[in-house]
């Protein structure tokens, strides 16, 4: 009885809205960049014997409450714009269905997002930067710019890119920051697949070429991923986590290729968002090894339990 009235409550309606499985995701990218900025324990022991553990740790803690604040506050806001199309796509919505109010909404998404920004800047003003960028988008894509066609995607894309970047700000000179390419790249194809979620049973001329732009995309991924590895002297280290990577995206986008109805859209989404953390493996052991790759790794049985209860999409 206590777990149905809590099921109907405010703060349940909030848990939907902050998708947690997501959240989990994006603790990922940081752990990734942090992993790409050479921050670990293994590789700073000079760092270590003049700095005590304690903050050593802190600014990785920082930076995944940053991260969890961007990103929470990001799609909270994306359904506090997205309340009157909702209410006809998707009325089972926290917001449409009365749990949420749009007020309580708006004003926790805004929370989120200064909450990310003021976490970001205990570490540095460069992580501070490249969150208000992050929170900047993240606003642009929720009241604009994913109904604007090509540019939605392309905003959303920066948006992850931004957090992978976020991670690697642990450490000044920034490290690699072009490897941010290929999270965008990844994010782009799975944004470009998501706008036939809503569209109906039948494809349109538009959804088949976004799929097969999609498909093409995280091919491209998967082979920048392996190429990083190579590069990176870690060739071993890498193909376990790009061979898991293709067999999770690549069946689903290839469906969404042969058939995209919003079926197989929202399957290949869910399949994407949560692949995000496998992506983030092979990038961590790209640059740091096996280590660094299996511990981002276990991040990905938490999100899909999350995504046993919360929604994904």
């Not at 493996?281 to 899909?304: D, I």
Request: aromatic fraction near 8%; charge should be neutral.
């Amino acid at each position: 009885m206590y777990l149905t009235a809590f099921r109907r409550s405010t703060l349940w309606g909030c848990l939907q809205l902050l998708r947690p499985a997501n959240i989990v995701t994006a603790w990922a990218d940081v752990f990734a960049g942090v992993a790409i900025a050479g921050y670990t324990m293994a590789n700073n022991a000079q760092l270590l014997s003049i700095t005590p553990y304690s903050q050593t740790i802190l600014p990785v803690m920082y930076l995944l409450l940053a991260t969890t604040g961007l990103y929470g506050g990001g799609i909270v806001l994306n359904d506090y714009f997205d309340a009157e199309l909702d209410a006809v796509e998707r009325p089972e919505r926290p917001i449409p269905s009365g749990q949420v109010s749009l007020a309580v909404a708006g004003a926790l998404g805004s929370s989120l997002l200064g909450l990310g920004i003021l976490a970001a800047a205990q570490v540095s003003w460069v992580s501070a930067t490249v969150a208000i960028a992050v929170a900047s988008l993240a606003v642009l894509y929720d009241a604009w710019a994913k109904s604007s066609g090509f540019l939605g995607p392309i905003v959303m894309g920066s948006c992850r890119a931004g957090n992978l970047l976020l991670g690697i700000t642990i450490l000044w000179p920034l490290s690699m920051p072009s490897v941010i390419v290929v999270p965008w790249v990844y994010i782009l194809a799975i944004t470009l697949v998501s706008q036939a979620e809503v569209d109906g049973a039948q494809a349109t001329a538009q959804q088949r070429w976004n799929g097969i732009l999609a498909f093409a995309m995280m091919g491209l991924v998967l082979v920048s991923a392996v190429a990083l590895g190579f590069w990176q002297h870690q060739a071993i280290a890498i193909l376990p986590f790009a061979a898991l990577l293709g067999l999770r995206i690549l069946p689903s986008f290839g469906q969404v290729v042969a058939e995209p109805t919003s079926v197989h859209a929202r399957t290949a989404v869910r399949a994407g968002i949560l692949s995000l953390i496998i992506l983030d493996a092979t990038l961590a052991a790209s640059f740091a090894g096996l280590t660094a790759g299996l511990l981002v790794l276990l991040l990905l049985p938490l999100s899909m339990g999350f995504a046993k209860v919360f929604a994904v999409t």
